[in-house]
């Protein structure tokens, strides 16, 4: 079954973030765009190098109103130690949401069961807290905050341009498509 246009369910998790503890809820998500950014485990290989890529680009999602939530089922502690002890995650500023009971896992439905873990996915979610778009990668692929960032855009504008869509690899500024009635049996 799809995700796109599940409202998120309601949570209230800790987070690290700017070196100190605080909650985030899902009140604190609704009215801007976000993106929740799911991986398997704190102190694992291919985590810190899609983390520390995001944390590269994080000021570009801010400026188009987007914020970043990186989930693992590690606690809040195991997020501030990982931090304290690694370059790559030191740069990250955006929240690391705790989710040691997965119950934000479950409701992404990205939760590993047998392993304790989340899957590798990332979410895009609109200012009414619908999922929009999301990906779900195996445990040993790397994602693209590049192109992630390129598809919250893209996200974005159709959001506010109803009746037009993007083509693969659109970018602000490109030109969009039109659907038309009369074009579908020519498609």
Known sequence: MSLISKEIGDFTVQAFQDNKFKTIKK????????????????FTFVCPTELEELADKYKEFQKIGCEIYSVSCDTHFVHKAWHDTSERIKKIE?????????????????????????ERGSFIVNPEGKIVAY?????????????????????????????????ANWKPGAETLKPSLDLVGQI
Request: aromatic share 14%; glycine share 6%.
């Open 27 to 42: 009140d604190d998500v609704l009215g801007k765009w976000a993106v929740f950014f799911f991986y398997p485990a704190d």
């Open 94 to 118: 955006y929240p690391m949401l705790a989710d040691p009971t997965h119950a934000l896992a479950e409701d992404f439905e990205v939760y590993i069961e047998e392993d304790g873990l989340a």
């Open 135 to 167: 990906e779900v990668t195996a445990g040993n692929v790397g994602r693209n905050a590049d192109e992630l960032f390129r598809r919250v855009q893209a996200s974005q504008f159709v959001a506010e341009h109803g009746d037009e869509v993007c083509p």
